[in-house]
């Protein structure tokens, strides 16, 4: 700690603060252009400059200058005052002032300066910048007239996203923020440079010339997509979320977000979405009332229950209240048949982390992972999946230096951090690497075997894993497996993070078996500030596990139910929230599950393909219509807010259960969400004691920062065999999608608008293929044809599609294989 | 003293003779007030080219007390910032002149028509067209 004094008031800060930081701490406010609370001290614009009287003759930058002991700072003076003045003077010199045609205006830090020290003449003169504007994409609009170069963006992309889309190019008056070859911004478009700029050089597009700041109402709340749990604040006028406003006061993601959560805000007020409930009569589905609809349901329903039984299927964006009361009505029709996410991909991994830690969920916090020193990231595809987790361990290896393994089948944008390796392996075999791992630690002596049941077993199975075996079957040298599990068990601060969802769902409990061995021998499990992250595809999937939104005693997984209604053995479905048809592995199964079963009632926003085939759809509520809890994959709670209205009769699934309920006779009646988590923390333990509105802005985090390893019991886990053929397909997430709400949204569309499928420069080559030829893909006796994309991430004979799309029809060849062999032709 | 007093008065009579009255017979046709050029009456969008000068800066709607203007800003084919939409609600407007104190770009002034007296509370809405003169 330091003590010093600052325009008269003493403080003590910690040593390794700014004197900016310290004077805000202080609640002393010095201006600042360039200085991000995010980003290292930069020290450009020089409007911070103070007096520091050990250090007189000159002004101090006061966003760069580290506090020391018996430091006397003044943040206000003549001179200072004259100073600044005359930066804002050479900033306004060639500045444009487009302030009543530019979105800042309003929150514009420049603005704002120049009435602050009221600069209403200018004694220098110059030309105004007359730069071209970049509007090439759909989302950020550029507009280098207004930059004042505090290269806050050049700086975020770099330090945090990881991408670097931008440098600094030309110099003195020349100088300019420029792309690649100064060509139009192709990025992941997360806009985190949008937030960043200090002024109107760099802004949303879609919300171009919509509202002024002023006008607009923010409401906080969670986003829809991830599991990652970011807090999103929409920015609301006349009932529509207009833009995502930059909030990095709350929340876990310090005001980072990806491209869904920054711009694909936009399915909640999309046209298309369902308005009335619809009956199907005739074979047509027309527009029916709620009281006839839900009739039809009630009716349905018990006549189902009654002959061969009801089958629930829901999403994992549902809140907390919303699973528990879908779990109430489950109760009301009378089935245990109840499951959410199919192709049971959270199943084997909870299955998996039960065995072997005796927990279900991440043991750990992000902000743990910053400070890891190696980290083990299980498949590339994390990042695709959550980007903002994948910032945290950005900054973790480019500020923190940690070490990173990527065991993966691509190359992805983890690989190209410093400090970064990946394992690059052959399709499908993720667990053999795992294993080899686990061996190498064994063999050299380093596991941490204390306490640790079912040692001799795994001992015994991993004889067939040895680091050179394993080697010649994966493609990854032993060398590496073995550095990276000596790192891995020598780190004083470990992660290993686990993604999981639909596209994911092979071997989903062997994957979670292998992580969680490796996790207790390398010492993962017992170090403090170690983790294991286990990490949901959507926003609620650590919610739906927690609340136990799965099969009760003899009741079907998502999976048994749906061979059960293709096989006429289950006489009903209701699928809430989520568009089973386009994202479940196996479409042609899917399909005859909802022909088979008798009665179908699909509940979702929009007519998906798999609503267009329920005998009644229901009109539900997107997040921003919502209030109650998400717990994300940290274990988080946190409270979604609403945020706009419905639109025509759609209800939220809260008020559909209740009504439903209720015309089920099962009389469910709570006087709001806050009644209902009551009632939910009541059955679930570790809900225990958390309050509803005492969830504050930065969550609850059920279980504490870290949840202790109930048990440790090491699991033999048999690894795969690799996937012949000339071709390997893989499917996944694509960065700008997540499952397939993100579909209907424009942001996420106007950048991947469609299906794609991915091959590797080498292969491309060979087979002549170039971006946006027409592909045929055969495989499981189906065929699709999906347009070529050219990258660098893959091996040579792997090609990749993302799940997202419903036309595409991806499923059609993917039945849940970890990889598919394909043929592949033009 | 009894000279200058006559000679006010005579000023005073002049004024009472035709020709010099400043009384007019309103609303008899053909007599309009030409009111001071300070005068403010009903508004007018100014003009430019093929456009009005507004740019939807909002910044008249915000400063208006009394919550009369509505703007709605959209993006032109050329790209440009514009009003889709500008309405004043004479009926709420207190003619304070705040919007034309206000406007960045001088595209709203207050005219001299005061003659706003109307039959029906619709047409006290004057939207673009109307107020682009
Ligand atoms: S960047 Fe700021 S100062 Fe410049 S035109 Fe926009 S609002 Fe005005
Ligand atoms: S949107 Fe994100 S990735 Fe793109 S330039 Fe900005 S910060 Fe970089
Ligand atoms: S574009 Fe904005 S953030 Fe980037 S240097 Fe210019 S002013 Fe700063
Ligand atoms: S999709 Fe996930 S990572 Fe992206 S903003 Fe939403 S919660 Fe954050
Ligand atoms: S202040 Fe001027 S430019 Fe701005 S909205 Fe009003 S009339 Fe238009
Ligand atoms: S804020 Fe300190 S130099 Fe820019």
């Given amino acids: 700690m330091v003590n010093l004094t600052i325009d008269g008031k003493e403080i003590t800060v910690s040593k390794t603060a700014t004197i900016y930081e310290a004077a805000k701490e202080a609640g002393i406010d010095i201006p600042v252009l360039c200085y991000a609370k995010k980003l290292l001290p930069y020290g450009a614009c020089r409007v911070c400059l103070v007096e520091v009287e050990q250090m007189k003759g000159r002004l101090i930058p006061s966003c760069t200058t580290p506090v020391t002991e018996g430091m006397v700072v003044t943040t206000m003076s003549d001179e200072i005052q004259k100073v600044r003045k005359t930066v804002l003077e050479f900033l306004l010199v060639n500045h444009v002032i487009d302030c009543p045609v530019c979105d800042k205006g309003g929150e514009c830090d420049l603005q704002d300066l120049t009435y602050e020290y009221e600069v209403v003449t200018n004694r220098f003169e110059g030309e105004k910048f007359d730069l071209p504007t970049d509007e090439v994409n759909p989302l950020i609009e550029r507009n280098m007239n207004r930059c004042v170069l505090c290269g806050k963006c050049v700086r975020v992309c770099d330090e945090i996203v990881g991408y670097g889309s931008y440098s600094f190019i030309n110099r003195g008056f020349e100088t300019k923020i420029a792309t690649a070859f100064d060509r139009g911004l192709n990025c992941e478009f997360c806009g985190q440079c949008v937030s960043m700029c200090p002024v109107g050089a760099i802004l949303p597009r879609p919300f171009k010339f919509k509202a002024r700041p002023w006008q607009i109402k923010e409401v906080d709340s969670v986003c829809s997509y991830c599991g990652n749990g970011c807090t999103i604040t929409m920015g609301v006028k006349d009932n529509k979320v207009q833009t995502i406003r930059f909030n990095d006061k709350i929340g876990v993601n310090d005001g980072n977000l990806c491209i869904r959560g920054r711009f694909g805000y936009s399915y909640a007020n999309s046209d298309d979405r369902l308005t009335t409930p619809l009956i199907k009569k005739d074979g047509e589905l027309v527009e029916a009332s709620w009281d006839e609809a839900l009739e039809a349901v009630a009716e349905g329903f018990k006549k189902a229950a009654a002959d061969k039984g009801v089958g629930i299927i829901s999403g994992a964006r549902l809140t907390n209240e919303e699973l528990f009361l879908l779990k109430n009505v489950a109760k009301a029709i009378g089935t245990e048949n109840l499951d959410h996410s199919g192709g049971e991909c959270y199943k084997g991994v909870t299955e998996g982390l039960v065995e072997t830690l005796g927990v279900k969920a991440s043991t750990g916090t992000f902000p743990q992972v910053e400070d890891a020193d190696v980290i083990l990231s299980i498949r590339s595809d994390f990042y695709e999946t959550h980007p903002v987790f994948g910032m945290v361990v950005n900054q973790a290896v480019k500020r923190n230096e940690a070490q990173l393994f990527i065991v993966a089948d691509k190359k992805g944008k983890f690989g190209k951090l410093p400090n970064a390796e990946t394992l690059l392996h052959k399709p499908a075999l993720e667990v053999n690497v795992l294993n080899a791992m686990a061996q190498a630690l064994i063999e050299d002596g380093s596991a941490v075997t204390d306490g640790v049941d079912g040692l001799d077993e795994l001992k015994k199975s991993l004889a067939d894993y040895a680091p050179e075996k394993v080697a010649a079957a994966t493609g990854v040298p032993a060398e590496q497996i073995k550095a990276a599990a000596k790192a891995l068990a020598g780190a004083n601060k470990s992660a290993i993070l686990l993604a999981y969802g639909l596209p994911y769902t092979a071997q989903s409990k062997e994957i979670a078996v292998a992580a969680a061995n490796l996790a207790i021998l390398s010492g993962n499990v017992d170090k403090e500030g170690s983790n294991l992250y286990l990490c949901g595809e959507k926003a609620n999937s650590q919610g739906a596990i927690d609340l136990g939104v799965i099969p009760a005693g003899s009741g079907q997984g998502a999976q048994q139910m749906l061979d059960a209604a293709a096989a006429g053995s289950l006489s009903a479905l209701y699928v809430v929230g989520e568009d089973m048809v386009t994202s479940y592995p196996d479409r042609e199964k899917v399909e005859k599950a909802l022909d088979g079963a008798g009665f179908v009632v699909a509940q979702d926003l929009f007519l998906s393909p798999t609503a267009q085939k329920a005998d009644v759809v229901l009109p539900a509520a997107s997040f921003a219509e919502k209030d109650g809890t998400f717990t994300n994959a940290e274990r988080r709670i946190q409270r979604v807010h609403p945020g706009i209205t419905s639109p025509g009769e759609a209800k939220t699934d809260y008020a559909i259960f209740e009504l439903l309920a209720n015309k089920l006779g099962a009389g469910l009646s709570y006087t709001g969400p806050a009644a209902v988590f009551a009632a939910l923390a009541n059955e679930v333990d570790a809900y225990k004691g958390v309050e509803f509105n005492a969830i504050g802005a930065q969550g609850v985090v059920w279980g504490g920062e870290e949840l202790k390893a109930a048990t440790k019991k090491v699991v033999p886990v048999k690894g795969a065999a690799a996937v012949d053929g000339k071709f390997v397909l893989l499917t996944g997430s694509a960065l700008y999608h997540s499952g397939t709400v993100s579909t209907h949204a424009k942001g996420p569309v106007a950048v991947v608008p469609e299906a794609y499928v991915e091959f590797g420069s080498e292969d491309a080559t060979v087979l002549q293929v170039a971006d946006g030829d027409m592909i045929k893909i055969k495989a499981n006796g189906a065929e699709v044809q999906l347009k070529a994309k050219v990258d660098k991430r893959l091996p040579q004979g792997v090609v990749f599609a993302p799940y997202h799309f419903a036309e595409a029809g991806l499923n059609k060849l993917y039945k849940g294989e970890a990889a598919i062999a394909v043929e592949v032709s033009k | ?133």
Avoid: W
Avoid at chain 2, 52 to 63: D, F, H, I, N, Q
């Fill in chain 2, 1 to 133: 003293m009894i000279k200058e007093f006559i000679q006010g008065l005579l000023i005073t009579l002049k004024y009472l003779g035709p020709g010099h009255t400043t009384t007019v017979q309103y609303p008899r046709k053909g007599h309009r007030l030409q009111p001071s050029d300070r005068f403010r009456g009903l508004h007018r969008l100014v003009p430019d080219h093929d456009r009005e000068k507004c740019v939807a800066c909002y910044l008249c709607p915000t400063v208006c007390p009394a919550k009369c203007i509505t703007v709605e800003s959209a993006e032109n084919e050329k790209g440009e910032k514009y009003p889709k939409v500008y309405k004043i609600d004479l009926l709420r407007c207190i003619f304070c002149g705040y919007c034309v104190e206000a406007c960045p770009v001088e595209a709203i002034e207050m005219t001299g028509d005061y003659e706003l007296a109307n039959y029906h509370r619709d047409d006290f809405t004057f939207d673009k067209k109307r107020l682009v003169r």
